[in-house]
């Protein structure tokens, strides 16, 4: 579900991988870390279109009664192997 939101609204770039991990942030609240490996014209994506990721993946998460935050790190393939090395 969230892999085709996220690649809606990030069109027309491509999502190559979504990963996503559920956790806590510093003060206990529910926090869903979302990973997005995407492929896109010179690696830049439409600033306007990441600015509303959170809101367009929290709606379909509040529907299904979950009370959490979707947090995004956006990397191109590139950058998969320095991130994961961290």
Do not use: C, N, W
């Amino acid at each position: 579900m969230t892999k085709k939101i996220v690649q809606r609204q990030l069109s027309p770039a491509r999502i190559v991988d979504l990963r996503s991990k559920k956790s806590e942030d510093a003060y206990g609240d529910a926090v869903l870390y979302i990973r997005v490996v995407y492929e896109s014209e010179q690696d830049h994506l439409d600033p306007r279109k990441v600015l509303g990721l959170s809101r367009h993946v929290r709606q379909p998460l509040r529907k299904s009664f979950e009370d959490i935050y979707p947090i995004f790190s956006l990397i191109t393939p590139d950058e998969v192997e320095s991130v994961e090395a961290r």
